[in-house]
């Protein structure tokens, strides 16, 4: 796998509140890792900033295991 393909975020949600946003995503990371994110947003000064950041990793690692 190329290291430098870009992340895929599907399934993404947003929604705005004033001056507060929050975001959910499912994120495919370049090496197959997947996760749920989850993001809160702040508009201070004009800018949104970032104020929590949640990723939920998915258990890759019995693919097998989970197919019997």
Do not use: C, F
Not at 15 to 26: I, L, R
């Amino acid at each position: 796998k190329n290291p430098s393909t870009p992340l895929i975020q599907e399934n993404m949600t947003i929604k705005v509140n004033g001056n507060v946003a929050w975001a959910y995503y499912d994120q495919t990371e370049p090496n197959g890792n997947k996760s749920w994110q989850h993001r809160v947003l702040e508009k201070r000064n004009g800018e949104w900033k970032i104020v929590s950041l949640i990723s939920i990793y998915h258990d890759s690692s019995n693919k097998e295991e989970a197919k019997n």
